[in-house]
C-alpha cells in the first residue's frame, strides 16, 4: 500500500506491474480491496494503479460533499505522483462517475474507459430525493443502513446463494466513515450527465451492465450508448459483477485491454 499527501490528506493507493496502466476506482461503500483477485491477473502485462476514493478506504475525507470532480482531481494528483500521462480507466458505479468526470477535465490522459454497473446519466429527481433519504437513514442508523444498502446490489438469488460473500462486503463497507458516506451520496446527487463524453469521443469504451441491477435499470441505461461506438457486454445477474460474474468480467476485461 502507497500513500500520497494531498491538500493536507493522505491518499491510499496500491500499484502493480509494468505495461499500460490501468486505474481502477471502485465504488460507494468500496474501497481498493474491491479488486484484490483481478489485480493479479491484470498486472501479468499492465501496470494497475487501484486508488482508494475520498473518504473510502485508507483515504481521508476532503469536505463534506465530495463532487465527482473534487474526486478526479485527487485521482490526477495520484497518477502525477507516479509519472502516469495515460491510462485505461475501469470505474465501478460511483467510480463510473468519478473515471466520466476526469474524462472531461482530463481528456489527453484517457487511453480507453470502462463503465462497470454504472452510467454517464446524471441523477434523476427521484434518485436525488432518494439520496437525500439516505443521508437522513444513515444518520439514524449507520450499520442497518450500510448492511441494506450492500445487499441490495446483488441480485435476489445471490442474496441466498453468495452470503458469506456478501458478509465480506458489508463488513468492509462498514469500515466507510459517516463522513465519507454523506460526502459521497452528496456528490453523487449533484453530479453532472455526461453522456455527450460516450458520443463525441474516439478511445475505445465500453459499458458493463447486469439484467438484475436493482439500482441502475437495464433497459434505461442500454439506451445512452444507442447511435455509438461504445461496446456492451451484459451480465445475467446484479449490481456487483466483480463477485457475481467474476470469471466472466476477468475475461471480458482482459479482451478489451488486448484492443488497445
Known sequence: MNTI???????????TGKGTTVVLL???????LMWNELVPELSLKNRVVSIDLL???????????????????????????????????VGHSMGG????????????????????????YADSKERKVNRDRA??????????????????????????????????????????????????????????DREVLLHLTDYPKLIILGK?????NYEENRNQIENTSVELVTFPDGHMSHIENKEELKLVLKDFLKKI
Open 5 to 15: 499527501h494531498y491538500k493536507n490528506i493522505n491518499v491510499s493507493y496500491s500499484d
Open 135 to 192: 443521508i437522513k437513514a444513515v444518520k439514524q442508523d449507520y450499520t442497518t443502513f450500510v448492511r441494506l444498502s450492500i445487499a441490495n446490489l446483488f441480485s435476489e438469488e445471490n442474496r441466498e446463494k453468495i452470503t458469506l460473500q456478501i458478509e465480506k462486503v458489508k463488513l468492509e463497507a462498514l469500515k466507510t466513515t459517516l463522513q465519507g458516506i454523506i460526502a459521497a451520496l452528496e456528490g453523487m446527487k449533484i453530479r453532472k
Open 97 to 120: 462517475y468519478v473515471a466520466l468526470a476526469f474524462a472531461e477535465l482530463y481528456p489527453e490522459k484517457i487511453k480507453g474507459l470502462v463503465l462497470m454497473n454504472s452510467t454517464s
Open 212 to 216: 438484475k441491477d436493482g439500482v441502475l
Open 26 to 32: 471502485h465504488g460507494f461503500l468500496e474501497n481498493k
Open 55 to 89: 473518504g473510502h478506504g485508507q483515504t481521508d475525507c476532503l469536505s463534506y460533499i465530495h463532487t465527482m470532480e473534487d474526486q478526479a482531481d485527487m485521482v490526477q494528483a495520484v497518477l502525477h505522483e507516479l509519472k502516469i500521462r495515460k491510462a485505461v480507466f
